[in-house]
Nanobody
């Protein structure tokens, strides 16, 4: 059974930091590209960051470049998203996604709220 479980969301003040985690199971994690998406109320889901395997090449959306860092630990079947210098516009539900060819799996999401 495939599972992607996100954690680490919460309420943070502008300028603060959060670290999201996504623990994967039920598939060959090390062979999948992993992605973080987010969806704010009334907006479409957008790609925040992605990381390939085994090279670990990362790509980021323009709105988060220089502030967010994605990493993965294939030994722990886990990906991370370090979010720094958070802004109110980063408020959204953040989803973990695993993709390889025509297979795509999603987590349930974790809420991130940036507010004073």
């Amino acid at each position: 059974q495939v599972q992607l479980v996100e954690s680490g969301g919460g309420l943070v003040q502008p300028g603060g930091s959060l670290r999201l985690s996504c623990a994967a199971s039920g598939f060959r994690f090390s062979t999948y590209t992993m992605n973080w998406y987010r969806q704010a109320p009334g907006k479409e889901r957008e790609l925040v960051a992605s990381i390939t395997s085994p090279s670990g090449t990362t790509n980021y959306g323009d709105s988060v470049k220089g502030r967010f860092t994605m990493s993965r630990d294939n030994a722990k079947n886990t990906v991370y998203l370090q979010m720094n210098s958070l802004k109110p516009e980063d408020t959204a539900v953040y989803f973990c996604n695993a993709r390889r060819n025509d297979r795509s799996y999603w987590g349930q999401g974790t809420q991130v709220t940036v507010s004073s």
